[in-house]
């Protein structure tokens, strides 16, 4: 069993930053890729960003933060963050961190590292609101 428990959400004008935060607790050694996650209003939840989390360190983004949003871990304290820039009215939605617990090929390829059907451990997600 994974814990993920999400923090940094808030409400920023467009333009504006903020920072998420995702602690994990229990066997998080059994985790392979920890990601982020959005769903907006209306709308199907889409992968962020997502990070492999052992050797090589590989990240991946969606298209339309790449650029903007930077993902980042700290393996000591077991901590995922999301940097977020440059910040759209499309950027509101609430986020969510997950964790996906097997690789699906070569990490390198990040096949399935955006995929909300890879992953099985999810936090309860915190809110973003960007105003234009």
């Known amino acids: 069993q994974v814990q993920l428990v999400e923090s940094g959400g808030g409400s920023v004008q467009a333009g504006g930053s903020l920072r998420l935060s995702c602690a994990a607790s229990g066997a998080t050694d059994t985790i392979y890729y920890r990601g982020w996650f959005r769903q907006a209003p209306g709308k199907r939840r889409e992968g962020v960003a997502a990070?492999?989390?052992?050797?090589?360190?590989?990240?991946y983004y969606a298209d339309s933060v790449k650029g903007r949003f930077t993902i980042s871990q700290d393996n000591a304290k077991n901590t995922l963050y999301l940097q977020m820039n440059s910040l759209k009215p499309e950027d509101t939605a609430m986020y969510y961190c997950?964790?996906?617990?097997?690789?699906?090929?070569?990490?390198?390829?990040?096949?399935?590292?955006?995929?909300?059907?890879?992953?099985?451990?999810w936090g309860q997600g915190t809110q973003v609101t960007v105003s234009s």
């Open positions: 997950a964790s996906k617990n097997w690789v699906t090929g070569p990490p390198a390829l990040g096949i399935g590292s955006l995929t909300e059907s890879e992953y099985y451990y």
């Open positions: 990070v492999y989390t052992r050797r090589g360190g590989y990240t």
